[in-house]
């Protein structure tokens, strides 16, 4: 069933972690009833919209992530007062921003303020702009793998704007002196739409109206989640049909919002493949997932459905039931982040399937194209990067070692993958899962049956 052995690691207080060695999986099913972690995207951009506002945020929440640790840290930095609670956060608006529509330059703090980002691509792609809006000199550092993901739309765009801005090659730790202003930008939103989420949640404050025009758009869902969270703080932002134009009004005001996170679809979507791959009689009740739901990832559903599983749908959330699986194809560019569990998927249905849009893939906690196709390698499956798809021939894996090169969703991968060996996995450094699911493993334990 399961075997996890446990280190604990802990010399001071700021070190202190744990890591998962041995996980075994044999002939295992999965069933009873799961409810999800909070989106840590839609939680992420409610943190930032909270700092703006004048006046105190609450938002509701099932779990807080490592990600969204990193964006409390940050807004704290920048004067907003934060207050934790039993699911709840209540987030006091920095002086500094709120109520300050055309001015949030003011009140210069001495030296560089530094704003640390962990390993969070979209902390320090939507903070860049959003702490622009101020005059002082900042400093963006990040950690492990964010050194090494791409920053140069931040380094092209921003002095477009009015920001002074200095990278290392394209990467972090980023150097911005503002203030943001409003005006027209041109730019390509291809490799990602985090740094767009930041400028459409930045340049509401600036003192002029924004046009922005954005050619390769990616990731319209998300887009859709940064316009909807922003109009729960009462922040009118305008988009064509093709998402090639937004149009926002400068001197808006932040108002202090009530927020419920909703479940988070990224994580959700293991669950579903995990359940497709070796469900119960019975299948797995996913509880906290909505197909109303703005993100991109809840096209899982009808992959797996067309994959060949039994998925019905309520009000409160879904269930999922194994089914005999085939084959599938299909393009991940607007949701990259379905990629680790489709390829997962993938290994559990007779024939060969592809996913599309790897060249999304580069810029992640790993170069996750290759990563994926190491991982089912290393398990003993076939897999290879044709043109701009994963490719993976379906069938038993023999199980083997997997390092998930502190990538959290190749972690979760290898979790799904074992269904569908016949030997032991190992998946070593582990604890990275934390990043946007803490606990997962334990999770994981509570519905195998």
């Not at 609670?85 to 003011?106: D, N, T, V, Y």
């Not at 001495?110 to 809006?133: N, V």
């Not at 509401?204 to 050619?215: G, M």
């Not at 090639?244 to 419920?260: C, E, L, N, V």
Request: glycine share 12%.
């Amino acid at each position: 069933m399961l075997s996890i052995a446990v280190c604990r690691f802990s010399g001071c207080p700021a070190f202190s972690y744990t890591l998962y060695m041995d996980i075994k999986r044999m002939q295992r099913t999965i069933g009873g009833t799961i409810g999800v972690p909070s989106s840590k995207s839609q939680l992420q951009r409610a943190i930032a919209g909270g700092m703006l506002a004048e006046g105190v945020t609450r938002v509701r929440f099932s779990t807080l992530c490592d990600d969204a640790q990193a964006a409390l840290q940050i807004v704290q930095s920048l004067g907003a007062k934060v207050s934790q609670k039993p699911g709840m956060l209540e987030i006091e608006g920095s002086p500094r921003f709120s109520g300050q529509s055309g001015s949030a330059a003011s009140g210069v703090l001495p030296g560089e303020l530094h704003l640390s980002c962990g390993e969070s691509g979209l902390c320090m792609r939507m903070f860049a702009p959003i702490a622009a809006l101020l005059s002082d000199s900042i400093v963006m550092e990040g950690s492990g793998s964010l050194d090494r993901r791409p920053m140069r739309m931040v380094e092209t765009a921003l002095p477009e704007l009015g920001v002074l801005v200095e990278t290392v090659a394209g990467h972090a730790p980023l150097k911005l002196r503002g203030p943001l202003h409003g005006g027209n930008l041109c730019m390509d939103a291809g490799d990602s739409s985090q740094f767009l989420t930041g400028l459409l949640m930045a340049l509401p404050l600036a003192r002029e109206n924004s046009l922005i025009s954005v050619c390769n758009v990616a990731s319209r869902g998300y887009l859709d989640l940064t316009i909807g969270t922003c109009a729960q703080f009462g922040i009118r932002i305008s988009k064509d049909k093709e998402y090639s134009q937004f149009s926002i009004s400068g001197k808006q005001r932040y108002q202090p919002a009530d927020i419920t996170i909703q479940g988070d679809w990224s994580a959700g979507a293991f669950l579903v493949v995990m359940a497709a791959m070796a469900g119960a009689e019975t299948g797995l009740r996913i509880t906290g997932l909505s197909m109303d739901s703005e993100q991109p990832d809840k096209a899982v559903v009808d992959v797996a459905c067309r994959a060949g599983a039994k998925i019905s749908v309520d009000s409160g959330g879904l269930t999922v039931e194994k089914g005999k699986l085939k084959a599938f194809k299909f393009d991940a560019t607007d949701c990259p982040d379905l990629f680790p569990p489709l390829a997962a998927l993938a290994v559990a249905c007779g024939g060969r399937s592809a996913i599309g849009g790897i060249h999304r893939l580069h810029g992640k906690e790993s170069n996750r194209a290759e990563t994926l196709k190491d991982m089912l390698i290393a398990l003993g499956g076939k897999a290879w990067l044709e043109q701009d798809f994963l490719v993976i021939e379906g069938g038993r894996l023999a199980g083997g070692m997997v390092d998930p090169r502190n990538d959290h969703r190749i972690a979760m991968a290898a979790e799904a993958a074992s269904l569908a060996c016949d030997g032991q996995v190992v998946i070593r450094n582990s604890e990275c899962v934390a990043k946007s699911w803490p606990g997962f493993f334990e999770d994981m334990e509570s519905i195998s049956l």
